[in-house]
């Protein structure tokens, strides 16, 4: 299984980047997908995530939107209104479990990650 996480750069606050995460070696459309992020010194936390129902955490609520296309076995992250605490790591994950998707155990595989920095 191989998770390829791309689309990290350096924006400045207010823009907006999608991240794109792309499958193999696994029955995509028979997984949730979700996104964490690590920052600097912290723990990595939840982003979103698209299981049955879409959950965002509330620090990203209105700004991040979670897709996925089974077709192309690949899960997006748009991200509007970038602000700098939004510099991370960040990583693309899938679960073969559709509760608790707020919870990194809950993860089967993980990507590689990609990096965000917003500068302000």
């Known amino acids: 299984v191989q998770l390829q996480a791309s689309g990290g750069g350096l924006v400045q606050a207010g823009g907006s980047l999608r991240l794109s995460c792309a499958a193999s070696?696994?029955?995509?459309?028979?997984?949730?997908m979700g996104w964490f992020r690590q920052a600097p010194g912290s723990e990595r936390e939840f982003v979103a995530a698209?299981?049955?129902?879409?959950i965002y955490a509330d620090s990203v609520k209105g700004r991040f939107t979670i897709s996925r296309d089974n077709a192309e076995n690949t899960v997006y992250l748009q991200m509007n209104s970038l602000k700098p605490e939004d510099t991370a790591v960040y990583y693309c994950a899938a679960s073969a479990y559709y509760n608790g998707l707020g919870y990194a155990n809950r993860y089967d595989y993980w990507g590689q990650g990609t990096l965000v920095t917003v500068s302000s």
């Open positions: 070696g696994l029955p995509f459309s028979n997984y949730a």
């Open positions: 698209r299981g049955w129902s879409t």
